[in-house]
């Protein structure tokens, strides 16, 4: 993969992790989203819209009765296919989305705000009741004409049928599975533009916003469904690898993202080599598209598979072996991006040799060594998008810590590439509630996977609620026998930790989280030989800093070396729980502690120049800030 940025945003230099709005592509992401309804049955292509028994049967037109009683016939798939009756280039109204941005221009439209007495903010619901009060431009299913509005009305169908607020059922649905952690709804309409930087990877900047362009006139909220969305080129990578099936996770099945492709039988198209599908442009030779509104910045997405299939009947079979090239621009004066793309994808196999190769990890690591990537202040609520980002790269988590910093909880995160089908097979579970982490964990481990990790911490976003993590991993040999437990009470922890070692057991992790009513702890064990009784490791708890540096010294010299380590807050001083494995042949190693947030990307390179791998990383908060102990090993 290449990814770049080029040209800059006033003294700024663009980077390839910019987030940017991406137009129309907004409505391909929303029908892939009305598509995952259909599929799970939840939802009928011909199912209608409005009028006795629509799937928006409770939204009546301003006045009461439709202006046009078409309208009734309108179904889902009309939306999708902006089949649905309405033709933005015929007045009085044109594109109903955008009328602040002909109002504002000094065209002759009527103004809906004003009409509906919305005052300020007009919803999308204010927008539908007045379009049911002007006429059709065309019958239903006639003719294909494009549609902001249409794809407007599609974002209310899904909160209709899902009961959640669309930018939500997007998020859960599209968005974290597919790992796509810059991608939202752009933020309430201000004079910032959101873009990325040179060093600020998916972060925003500011900078004048032009009024020429929708989203400096227009809350991107009020857009949503159809033109709302925000993203950068890596997102929408992985979006389109989950979409055509490249991806561990899958957001349509082969029958399902058909749909998507094939010649439409109505409305009929009106040329032969090419047609209007469903969220993309698409020619018979295998190519597809995405591109901007006229009236919004440029992007696109252009896709030109390897198969010649006239009838798309297997879209994977199609795209497999093909090329995808995603352009983002900051203004509206490249109309010429699909010629443009068309190029590019001709040229990839004559790229010159020395051309970088950027890869997707660069962008989701804070470090990178080899074949390990490590993200040291990772936001809570990132936490399941990213791993699932991971998952898309073929890398493993093989250590995740959650830690306090203020007010916030963040996660250190170190990853690694999968060397098999196993390792890259994992799944993470995110919970607060210990019954449902046990039916989750019990869920998956009879589909063949194993805990192979286990936390506990106090959750910002679970009003401050002790949350536990488990890592599960897919695998195909049998495994000893294993012991684990969360939030439990300390005292018969070490009881049962005694017994358990003469059983054979080791001990693999051991989290603690301090509270007024006493200390609870998170624990896996697994059962190595059960013939022997012979202890493999030693543990601690209430740990100070000093006693950490110590007790790694000291079980050094017996070749003990830190396997597990975790932090916790006790009277407002930090507190350290850590397992020592005995290992014959330990190699080098450090541990390092009181590293600052500045100095810690210094500190790495220190340690990766000399060879040094990092296998733990632990946040938290001493009297002078947040720290890191980080452990380096030299394969």
């Not at 009546?60 to 889902?76: A, F, N, Q, Y």
Request: charged content about 25%; proline content about 4%.
């Amino acid at each position: 993969m290449f990814a770049d940025g080029y040209g800059d945003w006033g003294e700024r230099a663009l980077h390839a992790s910019a987030v940017m709005p991406v137009s129309s592509i907004s409505k391909t992401i929303t029908a892939v989203a009305v598509l995952q309804l259909v599929q799970a049955g939840d939802l009928d292509l011909r199912a209608k819209v409005f009028g006795s028994g629509g799937v928006l049967s409770n939204l009546k037109p301003l006045s009461g009765i439709p202006k046009d009683p078409r309208v009734h016939d309108i179904t889902v798939e009309h939306l999708l296919r902006h089949s649905a009756g309405w033709d933005e280039e015929k007045g009085p109204v044109f594109d109903p989305m955008l009328n602040k941005l002909y109002l504002e221009r000094g065209h002759d439209v009527v103004d809906i705000a004003k009409a509906m007495n919305s005052g300020s903010y007009l919803s999308q619901y204010d927008v539908i009741r007045f379009m049911l009060n002007t006429p059709l431009d065309y019958e239903p299913g006639l003719r294909s004409k494009k549609s902001n509005f249409g794809y407007s009305v599609l974002g209310r169908v899904i909160e209709e049928v899902t009961d959640l607020p669309y930018e939500e059922y997007v998020k859960k649905h599209i968005l974290n599975p597919c790992g796509m952690l810059h991608t939202r709804i752009g933020p309430r309409f201000s004079d910032e533009y959101l873009l990325g930087t040179q060093g600020t990877p998916g972060a925003f900047a500011t900078a004048e916003m032009s009024s020429r362009l929708v989203q400096g006139l227009i809350d991107p909220e009020m857009l949503d469904s159809t033109l709302g969305w925000y993203s950068n080129v890596y997102d929408l990578g992985r979006f389109m690898s989950c979409l055509l099936g490249h991806a561990p996770r899958r957001l349509l099945t082969t029958q399902t993202l058909s749909l998507m492709f094939k010649r439409p039988t109505e409305p009929p198209s009106w040329y032969e080599d090419s047609w209007r599908g469903i969220g993309f442009h698409v020619r018979k030779d295998g190519a597809f598209w995405v591109d901007s509104d006229v009236h919004d910045n440029d992007v696109i997405i252009y896709h030109q598979g390897a198969w010649q299939d006239p009838d798309w009947s297997n879209p994977t079979e199609k795209t497999r072996d093909g090329t995808t090239a995603i352009i983002l621009t900051t203004n509206d004066r490249f109309k010429k991006l699909k010629s443009v793309s068309e190029r590019i994808v001709e040229m990839v196999d004559s790229w010159p040799e020395d051309m970088e190769d950027v890869s997707i990890e660069q962008e989701l690591a804070d470090l990178e060594i080899d074949d390990t990537i490590v993200r040291y202040q990772l936001g809570e609520t990132y936490l399941q998008g990213y791993v699932n980002a991971l998952r898309m790269s073929r890398y493993k988590p093989t250590w995740i810590h959650g830690y306090t910093d203020g007010d916030y909880t963040e996660f250190a995160i170190i990853a690694q590439k999968a060397k098999t089908s196993d390792d890259a097979d994992f799944e993470l579970l995110i919970e607060a509630s210990k019954t449902k982490l046990f039916s989750h964990v019990a869920q998956l481990q009879s589909r063949g996977y194993y805990l192979s990790f286990l936390q506990s911490y106090e959750s910002f976003s679970h009003d401050d609620r002790i949350t536990h993590i488990a890592l599960l991993t897919q695998t195909s040999r049998p495994l000893p026998a294993e012991r684990w437990g969360v939030a439990e009470n300390t005292d018969q922890y070490f009881n049962d930790l005694r017994a358990d070692t003469t059983k054979g057991y080791t001990l693999e992790a051991q989290s603690i989280v301090a509270l007024n009513a006493g200390s609870r702890v998170t624990y896996l064990m697994r059962q190595l030989d059960p013939e022997t009784n012979e202890r493999d490791f030693m543990s601690y708890h209430s740990m100070t800093l000093k006693e950490l540096e110590d007790e790694t010294r000291t079980n050094a010299e017996r070749d003990y070396v830190l396997a597990y380590l975790d932090t916790y807050l006790i009277d407002d001083e930090p507190r350290f729980s850590a397992i020592y494995r005995h290992h014959v042949t330990q190699g080098r190693w450090v541990l390092q502690t009181s590293v600052t947030l500045g100095g810690f990307q210094d500190e790495a390179e220190h340690w990766e120049d000399l060879g040094y791998v990092p296998k733990l990383v632990v946040g938290y908060e001493d009297p002078k800030g947040l720290r890191f102990a980080t452990f380096w090993q030299k394969p």
